[in-house]
């Protein structure tokens, strides 16, 4: 029996689709392009293979448009795409088309998408939790040595040190143990990513030897800070607590919801504390 072409209708969702009826039943939807490529049209006889054709060529439209979408909110490897068309489930040689025409026109580059990885996380992580991320996403491990070796041991080490020293001064507040201070410091150092020369020469910089040393980044840190802070934890907590007090008689809730605020800022307690005192009971003493 022959294929007759007997209707097409645009889709009333998508106005650049179509639904193609042949012999008076549904047979496909398809790119309103395609029509015209292909000199679709009411009346035409269609044979099996002008229909595959036609179908495999709306099947790669529909799977490029997807991926151009998908990689527009940001960067993406060739694995990454891949992934997210075959969740799609559409059939392999479709998806390698569109990877070849992502690939040919830049849409997707695993040497720029790599080196770009490698430059906005080295400034918080070492190469080893990069290393990992990007073999994840797809990248040759040869692309990810070629690209790490290009930084330094010590321009990595110089990463590690400023991010121990804030992590030594956030240990110090709270533990009085040295030993237990350079357990969690190492601990810290290897959960991002550096190797066991970099963590040692970090820490052995840090010189932390003494009790009086964990008392000087007490002081030096954590009540520097604090000094310099406390005049915006001040305003800001008279500026929420003059809020709440227009819509909140009870003392008891007010103070409660200003404490809860300012913990949610991120301030220690025993500061919110104080700024509690000095504002809802009138205290003179800062400290």
Do not use: P
């Not at 179509?18 to 009411?42: D, P, R």
């Not at 692309?143 to 330094?152: F, G, K, R, V």
Request: hydrophobic letters at 35%; a positive charge; proline letters at 0%.
């Amino acid at each position: 029996m022959s294929k007759i072409i007997t209707k097409i209708e645009a889709q009333k969702k998508k106005d650049n689709r179509v639904n193609i009826f042949i012999n008076g039943e549904f047979a496909f939807g398809c790119s309103s392009e395609l029509v015209y490529y292909h000199n679709l049209s009411k009346g035409k006889e269609i044979n099996i293979e002008e229909l595959k054709k036609v179908i495999v060529e709306d099947n790669f439209l529909t799977a490029k448009t997807k991926a151009l979408k998908y990689i527009e909110r940001a960067l993406k490897s060739e694995f990454q795409v891949r992934e997210f068309l075959q969740k799609k489930e559409y059939e392999d040689s479709v998806i390698d088309r569109v990877l070849e025409f992502l690939k040919a026109y830049k849409f997707i580059d695993d040497e720029y998408y790599a080196k770009a990885f490698v430059t906005q996380n080295i400034r918080i992580e070492g190469k080893g939790n990069i290393r990992y991320k990007l073999i994840k996403k797809g990248i040759s491990e040869e692309m990810i040595n070629n690209i790490l070796n290009e930084i330094s041991s010590k321009d990595e080490e110089t990463v590690a040190l400023k991010l121990a020293e804030k992590k030594l001064k956030v240990l110090c507040k709270n533990e009085g143990n040295i030993v237990k201070i350079k357990s969690k410091l190492n601990t810290f150092l290897i959960s991002k990513g550096y190797n066991f020369d970099t963590i040692k020469s970090v820490v052995n910089k840090l010189e932390i030897k003494e009790k009086e040393n964990i008392e000087d980044f007490r002081s030096d840190g954590y009540n520097q800070v604090k000094e310099n802070q406390w005049g915006e934890l001040l305003s800001i907590a008279e500026k929420r607590y003059e809020r709440l007090s227009k819509s909140e008689e009870d003392a008891i809730k007010i103070k409660k919801k200003l404490q809860d605020f300012l913990l949610r800022k991120g301030y220690n307690y025993s500061d919110i504390k104080t700024v509690l005192n000095k504002i809802i009971k009138g205290e003179d003493s800062y400290y």
